[in-house]
């Protein structure tokens, strides 16, 4: 039992969270995938349909987050809506966390954790890497960290409930996000050594594209870190250069 549920009914909400995007629209966003995740956890709670209906209504309205970290809201609904919280309680609540959960999931994850492994399987092939290792390092590397954050995040809501702010605080994400970037910026630089020592690399295509690389090394350096997801920018450089490069040689 958690929160006065069965364990089921708890596990099944996380695992359909994995598809809290599914029915993504204009609408009410991750409102739908939202209230799917909740149903088993409403079933159990709300045994009258007219009860039922009402919860799962106000969980079908407008919620938006970063995926993976919309568990920690999911997981501190579960505990709300077993408590017995009001319905508009559940949705300030809602509202509330919406907002950092979107701004914090969306710098640790698309602008810091996926250009940041993609870099590193870029590095692994770049090397001598097998294509099917770099594939297989970049797969497992990142679900690893994507479904521990999902799992640490609905643990916490679980747990935490309205509380999860103290909880995320602790948890330092942003500084976390700011390490991961440095290890970024690290791997960014043995992808472009491998490039520059390999035979068909940079270096074989003459000094002018040595210089332009040059170039854009300094650009990053001085005004990189005002860009627009200065991580996911540095990896479509990255990726459209190298195509470039491939192309012209």
Known sequence: MSNGLPRAAVVSAFLRSFLIQGSWNYRSMLGGGFAFAMLPTLRRLFTEQPARQAALARHLELFNAHPYMSNMALGAAVKLEAEGADADTVRRFKLAVRGPLGSLGDGLVWATW?????????????????????????????????????????????????????????????????????????????????????????RAAGPVWVGVAAAAGAAGLLVGHRSWRPAAVTVVAAVVGLSALGWLS
């Open 114 to 202: 996926l250009p940041g492994v993609s870099l590193l399987a870029l590095t692994l092939y770049w090397m001598g890497a097998p294509g099917w290792v770099a594939a297989a390092t970049f797969l497992v590397v990142y679900n690893v960290g994507h479904v521990g954050l999902r799992l640490w995040a609905f643990r916490v809501g679980l747990a935490h409930g309205r509380e999860v702010g103290g909880r995320l605080a602790k948890a330092d994400l942003a500084g976390w996000t700011e390490r991961l970037q440095g290890v970024a910026s690290m791997l960014l630089g043995g992808l472009v050594g491998a490039v520059l020592l390999g035979g068909d690399g940079l």
